[in-house]
């Protein structure tokens, strides 16, 4: 296996080429349509990735934020490169040994998705020939770039794809490797490197879509297939994994078809509609009631080779299906699920002999009210069939939850690039380096051991926090003289926790939030065990921690009313405690924990149950005999 990583990390600065806010908002001031076409490269000729999302036909419609920008509408030219920006660039170029280039040349990267009002993206080289090191194990860095991220989609319709100009233009630094890792797990660990060298520079962004790893995987014997926008770091090794497994799939039903002499034959495909005028029920049922077509595609020696192969849910229907998906159908029926679908075992016999074919033979029918759509997704699943006898063809394909994938679009290539007209090229002396290196950030390994010498934490413990991005906090939060731990676990354990908000946003608290819990845990007004509450109602929209401490109802016992409350529960049971001695604690410590609900630190409860415990016991072993119970 071969695994290359680019890793997308959104900076913590303004815009790249215009000056206007880089912050996310759901308030709209209105909308504009647009359609896209492609253009020609550098070298005049088109990208197939770009041709292949032209054919779509989809409009755009375009959401502006409260600010008008006309940069991001395509109405103006860009302004200069963001200094700040290619500063943070140069800084990790440093930081990965990479070589500066002398001058930074903005390029169009020609995208027409929809993700750009423009039809391209602009990009720029920064540094190539980097390297990092993890395990002991040296991963080439091939380049750094700096780019405008694509802006946010909202929605998506049959025709036309919503967009919000929100997202479009923050800054966004790829960094890519070169494909010498091996495994998902190595994948991962790569990344998460990549990812603590990029916070390292105090200027990356958080939250939900801020960091995207791009995966390009392949197997001997495949192809390379590009896993685009995976966002969970913990899943990295699920999606690469997947995908090795897909293509050894692939590559054993390949061999297959070889043996058979199997191949796509040419012309046009046949209507069988005329068949399927009766059927009720399925999904061809709908374009036999509306007089639609219902095209069949043969495909000698495919049959039994369609469906899930043994050992796996990849199978081979499912890549037909996603090339009709990709221009607007629901999917397709093949050979090898019939009869079912309405499909009865006499109409699937008298399709086999429509079309002539032999035992050995499979079969697609692809369905739409619209002949030309139709039409043009038979021609996919045909052009598909036919690489399926070649092996693997290369692609791009979407990250689903579940850690499949499906098909995107073709994989882009060289002849999408040309330069960018309007900013001129940008020269990086030697002087501004010298500056940057001057400043470097600490790096990763060296922050992990400083601070698990300094504070005497787990090395796993300061690792969460090193790569978790939360260092900076746990530095700032300790500094004012909180205990190390207890800000440890906030940061690693409690915030983590917190359910994201209704809108799907992830719950930041603020370093003064955070300090003034750690100060009400401190001080005794709060238990630890209650932070995690509190937490949950300034999630909830609790205005401050007062407001928060008080909606949760945590505030309000003393260490007199612990004591009392404790000592109250033991003498209800005391019976209990006569007849287990000390093996009464555990029953008890849950009683009183319902009580306590996170109002006294959880320690400080089993101090005061033990001595109520040992009172109890101690009355009784004083005394005098014969007396009762």
């Known amino acids: 296996m071969k695994v290359g990583l680019e890793v997308h990390q959104q900076l913590l600065t303004g815009k790249l080429f215009c000056r206007c806010p880089a912050e996310l908002s759901d308030e709209t001031g209105g909308s504009f349509v647009r359609r896209l076409r492609p253009s020609s490269g550098e070298d005049r000729r088109v990208d197939a990735a770009a041709a292949f999302e032209a054919s779509r036909g989809y409009s755009f419609r375009y959401e502006t934020g409260p600010v008008d920008c006309l940069v991001e509408m395509d109405e103006e030219p860009p302004r200069p490169l963001s200094e700040e920006a290619l500063d943070v660039a140069l800084t990790l170029a440093l930081l990965l040994d990479a070589r500066p280039v002398d001058e930074v040349e903005v390029m169009r990267k020609i995208v027409v998705d929809g993700s750009n009002t423009s039809g391209f993206q602009r990009t720029a080289l920064v540094a190539v020939d980097g390297a990092i090191e993890v395990r002991g194990k040296r991963h080439e860095i091939l380049s750094i770039c700096l780019e405008e991220d694509a802006a946010r989609k909202v929605r998506e319709g049959r025709d036309e794809v919503v967009y919000r100009l929100d997202r479009l233009g923050i800054p966004l630094v790829e960094i890519a490797t070169g494909p010498d890792i091996q495994s998902g797990p190595e994948a991962r660990e790569v990344a998460e490197e990549i990812g603590a060298l990029v916070r390292a520079t105090g200027r990356a962004r958080r939250g939900i879509g801020a960091t995207r790893e791009d995966l390009n995987v392949s197997i001997e014997g495949g192809h390379r297939i590009e896993i685009k926008g995976v966002q969970e770091l913990r899943k990295i090794s699920e999606y690469v994994e997947g995908e090795g497994g897909r293509q050894r799939a692939l590559l054993a039903v390949r061999d297959e078809l070889r043996g058979r002499g199997a191949a796509v034959p040419p012309g046009a495909p046949t209507d069988v509609a005329a068949l399927f005028g009766s059927i009720s029920s399925g999904p061809l049922s709908a374009a036999a009631r509306h ?182 906090s746990f530095e700032t939060l300790t500094a004012r003289g909180h205990a190390a731990a207890m800000v440890a676990r906030l940061l690693v354990q409690d915030v983590p926790a917190v359910p994201a908000r209704s809108d799907g946003t992830a719950f930041e608290p603020s370093l003064e939030q955070l300090g003034q819990i750690l100060s009400a845990a401190s001080r005794g007004r709060i238990g630890k065990e209650g932070i995690p509450s509190v937490l949950r109602a300034l999630a909830s929209g609790s205005p401050d921690v007062d407001s928060a401490i008080a909606t949760t109802g945590l505030e309000g016992l003393s260490p007199d009313g612990l004591a009392s409350l404790v000592d109250r529960i033991v003498r209800n049971q005391a019976s209990m405690v006569r007849a287990r001695g000390g093996e009464a604690f555990s029953p008890l410590m849950g009683d009183v924990m319902k009580e306590v609900r996170g109002r006294r630190d959880g320690r400080e409860v089993a101090d005061e149950l033990r001595k109520a415990i040992a009172r109890v016991l101690g009355e009784t072993s004083s005394a005098p005999p014969g007396a009762g119970t």
């Open 291 to 472: 007089g639609g077509p219902v095209l069949a595609l043969p495909l000698p020696g495919f049959a039994g080779l369609l469906g899930p192969r043994p050992g796996t849910e990849e199978r081979l229907g499912r890549e037909l299906a996603e090339q009709a998906r990709a221009v607007g159908l629901r999917g397709l029926v093949h050979s090898d699920e019939l009869p079912g679908y309405g499909v009865t075992s006499e109409l699937l016999a008298r399709v086999r002999s429509e079309l002539g074919l032999a035992d050995r033979d499979g079969f697609v029918l692809i369905a739409d009210a619209s002949p030309e759509r139709a039409r043009t997704a038979i021609r996919r699943v045909a052009e598909r069939a036919g690489a399926a006898v070649e092996g693997i063809p290369g692609e791009t394909r979407d990250p689903l939850p579940d850690g499949r994938t499906r098909y995107s679009r073709p994989l882009p290539g060289r002849h999408r690039m040309y330069p960018e007209t309007d900013i001129p090229p940008i020269p990086i002396p030697d002087a501004r380096l010298r500056r940057l290196r001057s400043g470097l950030p600490e790096r990763p390994a060296a922050r992990l051991a400083r601070l698990e010498s300094q504070h005497g934490l787990s090395r796993d413990l300061v690792r969460q926090l090193v790569y978790g991005g939360v260092a900076d």
